[in-house]
């Protein structure tokens, strides 16, 4: 799903076409070129986060014929959307040509809500953990079971993880976990930083330290000023996290992460316990005797907890959540999930 335009053109306009798209500021990616796919190109304005993907238009050949093709995802903003239109509009102008979208000929995509600013950034970071959540479950239905003579072997040993593809998978997947939480509280931090008045931001600039790597990559132009900014902290544990929000923002994010879970550990110890398997995964190859089960019952909190985070974040900038909140947060749902998956997988194999 999503929104996609189209102009015909001659072959002799293709070079026209790159040339007009570069002249209103689109990116030329450099990727090879086939028989088929002869160009593509994106927008993007880092503006308030009124934009989450900007646009894209590619020049191709389909049976012969020549087009250049737009295209937006079902999830972009209607600014994106209006940078689409006016993509449309320029190139049909001096091309002296029709265009289609998914609305008919010469018609433009419908315009319903410019939003922008924290709404759209605390949407846009916890947008992204639905599709990564989602793919996470798919793999851990792919995991194989242990065998009844790996079994046998573990209780011998003592619970050694003796070939026990099951834990070692689940380690991989705490790690993609953590990475995953890493992102999302960085991304957000960044959005936020967008967003807030140019005083609040130079407060913040000034009281980080920032390293000389990232001020370097800022005076090449390699970064912008609020990944610079960024790269002044770290959110590789949960303690930094939370320090982070509240000294730059204010932000008490200790009030959704002292909240006890059904595992009779609160939220802050669940989320440690993970930051510190990843940790001694990636540093020391240490790995703990993590079963399926265990591993879902930790991830249910865990999406509970970010459901959490966004709607005190919400709450916190009074602004209305624009992102629907993740659904898998049922221990026991999640579970039986994962076992209707894996029963189907093995169905088909």
Known sequence: MGYDSSIKINKSEVT???????????????IKKTASFLGSYSKYIDDQCKYREGTFFKIVKVDKKYYVVGRNGAGCTDYDLQLHNETLE????????DFDTDNGTNKLFDIYDYTYGIRNGL????????????????????????????????????????LNQESFS??????????ILENYFKSTFINILKCISNVDLKRIESNTKIPKYASDMFNKGEI?????????YSFQKLDNIILTYYNCFNIDLKQVFVLKTFMKKTRYDIFNEFFSIRHNNVHKLEYDTLTTKEFIRYISIIMKTLNDVYRYLCKYY???????????????KNLEFAENCKNMFAKKN
């Open 123 to 162: 949407a846009f970071s916890f947008g992204y953990l639905h599709n990564e959540f989602e793919e996470l479950f798919y793999y851990i239905s792919c995991v194989k079971p242990l065998s009844e003579q790996q079994k046998s072997l573990i209780d011998f040993f003592g619970g050694i993880p003796l």
């Open 16 to 30: 026209i076409v790159d040339s007009l798209l570069l002249n209103i500021g689109f990116k030329k990616h450099d």
């Open 318 to 332: 009074k602004v209305n959540r624009a992102e629907s909140l993740l659904f898998h947060t049922s221990y026991k």
């Open 90 to 97: 320029y190139l049909s102008k001096s091309l002296n040509r």
């Open 224 to 232: 912008d000023l609020y990944q610079k900014i960024t790269c002044g």
């Open 170 to 179: 689940m380690n991989i997947f705490t790690i993609y976990v953590v990475s």
